[in-house]
């Protein structure tokens, strides 16, 4: 699903899949890209890239979801960058807890520093 979904993106886009621009602006080499067209999946700093690259979600690019576009932030709402995110992964996880109430949110942040004990609240 990973290589179909990339594939598509970059036709879109007028890009090489395999081309210098391409794996420049994700920082891959040409070795990896057979490989990802065989059925691997690139890791996640590179899934990263390629979302942030094509404005679209992780989620789209592994067929978890059909929806290309990251939700928008509610108006009342801070963006993840504007709130401080720290990475994708920490965007992802404020939108998806962006409706939820502040007893919620805080749970939300008690469990990750659980799991991530030198993470700064």
Not at 11 to 39: C, D, F, H, L, Y
């Amino acid at each position: 699903m990973f290589w179909e979904r990339y594939e598509s993106l970059c036709r879109e886009a007028g890009v090489s899949p395999s081309g210098m621009e391409m794996r420049n602006t994700i920082g891959v080499s040409t070795g990896a890209i057979p490989n990802w067209k065989k059925g691997a999946v690139p890791e996640h700093k590179r899934l990263e890239a390629i979302a942030t690259y094509f404005h679209t979600t992780i989620s789209y690019l592994l067929g978890d979801s059909d929806d290309r576009h990251p939700p928008a932030p509610p108006e009342n709402e801070k963006t993840p960058a504007e709130a401080g995110a720290e990475s994708a992964l920490d965007a992802d996880i404020m939108r998806a807890i962006a409706g939820q109430s502040d007893e919620v949110k805080r749970k939300v942040l008690a469990l990750l520093l659980e799991l991530q004990p030198n993470a700064k609240p």
